[in-house]
């Protein structure tokens, strides 16, 4: 067993949230499926604590996952300074994080995401990894990995068809057969506009989806994953909807963290009117 640091983060709002899809929640604790390993995590006050099939570096993995490393206190108070509205709900939402995803496991959940709700979500990234991912022990329970860009490359058309994808299978084989793994890694060469226009240029991905992609597997926080919640939200409080107005307003005052932001506004809006 690894005892980590905990910092301010919260488990349930950093791993419930929406961000990932792949975890599940048993007497407080929390098991998650990585990239390599299944790891359990329970919290206290002061740490975490994560057992794993393999503990091998583990206390770096989730940090690095879990983005402990990271100043939020300090963005925080930037992103009040710039807009005092948000104080209540950036105060609300103390001890959520930013999860730092797989990237190819993040482009195709999100690719998934497309005009779905998080419970078939959930049910397609898992079926895709029951069947071509490989099989782990903890616990005495069967977990599954995401398979890798080759395990799904072997995949033809009709398989993703028998995961009940509907319309995005035919957006996830062609994305599948057309890229690499240094497709997959370039993009953190990328900006973040640059980045986008990448991801877009493939079928199913569009603005929202590319945003979730970069922020949530890439760790861009100058991104704009806007839904009806955060649409919502700017609404009730600002007094518009529309996409491009959103964009501005984010742009001008959050800048660097315009993703944080309005990942603070959905997880207020959504998650907290949830409890």
């Known amino acids: 067993m690894k005892k980590i640091c905990k910092n301010d983060i919260n488990l349930n709002d950093a791993i419930t949230c929406g961000q990932i899809f792949r975890y599940f929640v ?10 390599d390993r299944v790891v359990e995590l329970y919290e206290d006050n002061e740490y975490i604590y994560a057992t794993s099939n393999n503990e091998t570096n583990l206390e770096n993995i989730l940090i690095n996952f879990l983005d402990l490393n990271r100043d939020y206190e300090k963005i925080n108070q930037y992103l009040i300074n710039n807009d005092n509205s948000l104080k209540t709900i950036i105060e609300s ?25 998080v419970r078939n979500i959930t049910r397609a990234v ?15 329970k ?8 080759d395990d799904m490359k072997k995949l033809n058309l ?15 084989y062609d994305f599948v057969k057309n890229i ?14 640059a980045a986008i226009k990448y991801l877009t240029s493939f079928n199913g991905i569009g603005l929202k989806i590319a945003s979730c992609i970069l922020l949530f597997g890439y760790k861009r926080l100058d991104v704009f994953p806007i839904d009806t919640w955060v649409k919502k939200y700017m609404m009730d409080n600002y007094g518009f909807a529309d996409i491009n107005k959103i964009k501005e307003y984010a ?5 660097e963290y315009s993703g944080l932001a309005i990942q603070y506004m959905f997880h207020s809006k959504r998650n907290k009117a949830l409890h």
């Not at 048993?26 to 990239?35: A, G, M, Q, W």
């Not at 690499?180 to 506009?193: A, F, G, H, R, V």
């Open 180 to 193: 690499n793994e240094e497709d997959i890694n370039k993009i953190n060469e990328l900006d973040t506009i």
């Open 26 to 35: 048993t007497n407080d604790k929390y098991t998650l499926i990585l990239s």
């Open 251 to 255: 742009t001008n005052k959050y800048g």
């Open 142 to 149: 069967k977990y599954y990995l995401f398979p890798s860009l």
């Open 126 to 140: 898992n079926n895709l990894s029951e069947k071509y991912g490989k099989e782990i022990i903890f616990n005495d």
């Open 158 to 172: 009709e398989d993703y068809i028998n995961l009940k994808l509907g319309f995005r299978s035919k957006y996830i």
């Open 93 to 117: 939402c103390k001890g959520f994080k930013i999860i730092n995803s797989p990237s190819f496991e993040m482009i195709i959940s999100y690719m998934i995401s497309a005009n779905n709700n």
